[in-house]
């Protein structure tokens, strides 16, 4: 029996950057699955995240929200009552809906739950088999006659990098310094202003690619089963992912660092037989938080409140003409973060694309950077010129942008020392 509406599947993949996937041209195979997907659904070639970490990014893309509309800037920010979730829109009318996420900043007293009918937290360091085997269940007592939203957070690709067996020995290679993969090794690094070698920084970079490859591996799992209990019919699949990861780019790694590419370029992916094309890709630019007002027209739903992203829709018959891209990061005492033992670091970032140009500006220092993606996508050269018109153009739209913000009340949650070590492991705090 057809439903009336899609059932939703939304997959979000911590700390994956765009560029480390075959689709989107990397040379190791490492997303065989999430290619086919890609092959069969529309690519969105220059998706853009609304923060380079987790809690701002996520919060984001589940409200179509900008991060700090909704006062979800820092490290111990929570959901204000007043930001409407994309559970909540889905559970009001009428769907089922449960959430399956690996991550503290996603967590209950968070707000992310807010809607969702079941909300199950994985947060000791599950792997995506462990979080497949609870999605199991419960689609094993879901109703197959009323449609679901289904978000599932999967965290394997996030520091410390440690792919299971057999994946440690993915391409042919294998990194026996797994030590040098963790976040506590990467983040003294940073602390120190330390270097490592090039076949160290190689290794680690491996550890990472093996991460993903698991990870693919796991969802391959994840369909496989969905089709066997025919709960893939009439789905729409969206692949996603909150920030990127660096590896020395700019002279740093991990993430909550910058908005340069390789944190805010992110894979995006929807999938949606007979209803949208097949191995399309999207050029122009387009940003994380376009992917609820999508969800929710390919739904036939209307939300009883103002979302700032648009519906990609259009995207799908023919390119879009180019519109602005923002993203924001927020490094304060206040907030935390793993940066909080260096105050020289301490910082907010505004980010303006268009296109292939690209704008940075940093509040703290009131600087800023310009760069053509075209021609310098790995931002080398700073080309910024006060009265170079592109830079003129860029330099307006953020500071509109920045003014038109309409800034929350920011509230905050007490984390438990429980978490507070967890997030430590992970290189969030010292």
């Not at 659904?41 to 809690?55: D, H, I, K, P, Y």
């Not at 689609?139 to 965290?155: G, Q, R, T």
């Amino acid at each position: 029996m057809k439903s009336k509406q899609p059932n939703v599947l939304l997959i979000t993949l911590d700390t994956l950057r765009a560029d480390a996937l075959g689709c989107y041209g990397y040379s190791q195979p490492t997303s065989p699955f999430i290619d086919g997907i890609a092959g069969e659904g529309v690519r969105f070639e220059n998706a853009v995240a609304q923060a380079s970490w987790t809690l701002p990014s996520l919060a984001s893309l589940m409200t179509s929200q900008y991060p700090q509309e909704i006062g979800m800037t820092n490290f111990n920010s929570k959901f204000t009552d007043n930001a409407l979730r994309a559970a909540e829109i889905y559970r009001n009318n009428g769907y089922q809906t449960a959430g399956f996420i690996t991550c503290d900043f996603l967590a209950q007293n968070r707000g992310f739950a807010e809607g969702f009918d079941v909300y199950e937290e994985h947060l000791n360091n599950a792997l995506a088999e462990d979080l497949n085997r609870s999605v199991f269940k419960w689609l094993a007592s879901h109703d197959p006659e009323i449609p679901y939203f289904l978000w599932i957070h999967y965290f394997d690709i996030h520091a410390d990098y440690d792919p299971p067996a057999p994946f440690d020995k993915s391409f042919g290679r294998s990194f026996d310094k797994k030590e040098l993969g963790t976040a506590s090794h990467l983040q003294n690094l940073l602390k120190n202003s330390q270097q490592m070698s090039e076949e160290d920084a190689n290794g680690v970079r491996l550890l990472y690619d093996q991460e993903i490859h698991y990870l693919d591996s796991q969802l391959q799992d994840l369909w496989n089963h969905f089709k066997k209990e025919n709960a893939l019919h009439d789905t729409v699949t969206v692949i996603a992912s909150d920030h990127g990861e660096e590896f020395r780019e700019h002279g740093g790694m991990l993430h909550t660092t910058s908005l340069y590419e390789e944190l805010v370029h992110v894979p995006l992916i929807m999938h949606y037989p007979g209803q949208i094309p097949s191995g399309k890709t999207v050029q122009t630019p387009v940003q994380n938080m376009d992917v609820l007002p999508t969800l929710l027209e390919l739904c036939q739903l209307t939300p009883d409140c103002n979302l700032k992203g648009k519906s990609l829709l259009p995207s799908f018959e023919a390119e879009p003409k180019d519109s602005f891209c923002f993203s924001h990061l927020q490094v304060s005492q206040d907030g935390g973060s793993y940066l909080d033992w260096k105050p020289s670091l301490f910082r907010t970032l505004y980010m303006a694309r268009k296109g292939a140009d690209k704008m940075i500006y940093d509040a703290k220092n009131d600087s800023y950077e310009f760069y053509d993606l075209k021609r310098d996508p790995g931002e080398t050269c700073n080309r910024y010129e006060v009265s170079h018109p592109k830079c003129i153009e860029l330099k307006e739209a953020l500071s509109q942008w920045i003014e038109s913000q309409k800034k929350e009340d920011a509230e905050s949650v007490e984390m438990e020392r429980e978490v507070l070590e967890r997030l430590e492991a992970l290189g969030y705090i010292e």
